[in-house]
């Protein structure tokens, strides 16, 4: 929405034209007749196949002066539209709504909400995002240009050098989940897959990883686990 550099889709405070109300990703006709499936479904779970990240993914302390998107690729451009969406499908009564995402190369768990900026708003569903099968992930992206994080005010020194120096990240991805409290869990630095298996009673969502792509003699792995009781928006980490 703010232009095509790289400065301007990537850590970028924005500008007027993300919040325009004609901003659309799914288009018109698409968006009715996704929300006329969501409303109008029996099915005990409603399971959204979505493109990209659609939680709110901010880079500094909501509100603060020095605050960014890290990509404004994903839902974080259009706003509008996903408060327009989750709020129908909010206010229509649904239950078990599920967003499975991709595209950003990480693991993610996130409730969903209407206004992510409002603490006190209850979750109407969630999200999960799988990782990189064996392209770059999370951690890659952020090692190598063009995204330099020492650009980036909010974020602390040792944050930045953790990451381009290729340590462990857990303190970079402690710092989302704190800037961003309806992330649950982030892993940017691994490689794999999710099983989702499906109930009446719930849904478990289990994130695996490999030890490396680089070799065909890698090990397999449970990252983590979740699980999201039947009319409960809310996400139980198991493992």
Known sequence: PCGDLQSQRYLTQGCAAVTDPARTMLGSAQKQWFLQQMTGSTATWKVWANEVMLCQYLVGPPGAPQVEYFDLDQWDGYPVERAQIL?????????????????????????????FNDPNEAPMGVEFMVGAISSGNYLDAMVEPPIDLSTIPSLPAGAVRAAQTGLPIDNFERLVMAYNPHIKFFNGSTWGYAILTV????????????????????????????????NSASIAQTV
């Open 87 to 115: 709020g129908t499908i909010k206010q229509a009564g649904v239950q078990n709504f599920v967003a499975i995402s991709g595209d950003a190369h990480l693991y993610l768990a996130s409730t969903l909400k209407t206004n």
């Open 199 to 230: 109930t009446p009673q719930r849904m478990i969502c289990d994130f695996r990883v490999v030890s490396t792509v680089k070799q065909p003699t890698a090990t397999l792995s449970q990252l983590a686990s979740f699980t999201v009781p039947v």
